[in-house]
């Protein structure tokens, strides 16, 4: 006996379901013990085997549909839904993070920017915003090809999320360029500017330590390569803000360039008065 699970809807409780198909078995399973009861009648009369009877019995019949229920029904809806338990997870996977280094996507940092300006209007806490931009990363993928500038894009990653706090988020905003948010640092603002300029120094430090790559080329031959990348980085404070997200990171990005200018591997602060 087959059932088919596509006759079920898909958006009804499990448990619904279970009951509806376990109904439906039992019920196929009674009808047929009874057909067979009663085309044995004929040649047994009233002294139908016991045994027949017995097949009848509720904890009888329940150690046959169990199995049945459990091979036919139950293992097969229990993978459907880790199917698309697993489907949802790589839609979300793909929606919100970055493919190569798994950091946020630009997506789920306007998200969180969001959340970050909204908790900061009922605690007044400060927060910050990092704008990174890697210095030397371009001759690295001219000289020894993109896998060496994923590889280092990997340790970048790895390196930023070992500079900040749980609740902080690190993103990749695209290319070589990397967001960093701080997020509830303090009620006072030059308090919260000291603390967010020890992270983007701390930040600027790390990535400025060289970067060993093993290269992989063909099958049993690799290729060590020793580069020196650092970060310009800028700095933008707010708390309870008015200003829209693309201000913020515009803002950012401004006082990144202001490192740039300045010569590199520094760190600047937006100045709205400048």
């Known amino acids: ?10 958006n009804s409780s499990p448990l619904a379901a279970v009951i509806t198909v ?5 019920g196929a399973e009674l009808a047929i013990m009874l057909v067979f009861a009663r085309v044995l009648t004929p040649f047994f009369g009233s ?3 016991q045994i027949f009877w017995d097949l009848l019995d ?4 329940t150690a046959i549909v169990a199995p049945v229920l459990h091979y036919s ?3 097969p809806m229990r993978e459907q839904q880790a199917e698309l338990q697993r489907n949802a997870e790589e839609i979300r996977q793909l929606a919100f993070y970055d493919s190569l280094t798994n950091l946020a996507n630009r ?22 915003l990092l704008f990174l931009d890697l210095d030397n990363f371009k001759p690295l ?3 020894h090809g993109h896998e060496a500038g994923d590889l280092l894009l990997l340790e970048v990653a790895s390196r930023l999320k070992g500079c900040v706090r749980e609740i902080d988020t690190v993103s990749r905003f695209g290319g070589d360029e990397f967001v960093v948010l701080l997020s509830d640092l303090d009620l006072d603002r030059d308090r919260s500017t000291a603390e967010a300029g020890i992270v983007a120094e701390k930040i600027r430090v790390t990535l400025a330590a060289p970067y060993i790559l093993n290269i992989a080329r063909g099958a049993n031959f690799e290729t060590v390569v020793e580069h ?12 309870n803000h008015e200003s829209s997200q693309v201000d913020l990171l515009k803002w950012s990005d401004a006082a990144m360039y202001k490192a740039k200018e300045d010569g590199r591997n520094l760190v600047r602060f937006y100045d709205s008065t400048a």
């Open 141 to 143: 993928n001219d000289t």
């Open 1 to 10: 006996m087959r059932f088919h699970l596509h006759l079920l809807k898909i």
């Open 22 to 26: 376990g109904a439906v078995v039992l």
């Open 228 to 239: 020196r990348c650092t970060a310009s980085i800028g700095v933008v404070i707010f708390a």
């Open 47 to 49: 002294a139908v085997p």
């Open 107 to 128: 997506h789920l940092l306007h998200d969180r920017i969001q959340q970050t300006v909204a908790a900061s209007k009922r605690t007044g806490t400060y927060a910050a």
């Open 58 to 61: 509720p904890f009888v019949l």
């Open 73 to 75: 029904v139950l293992r």
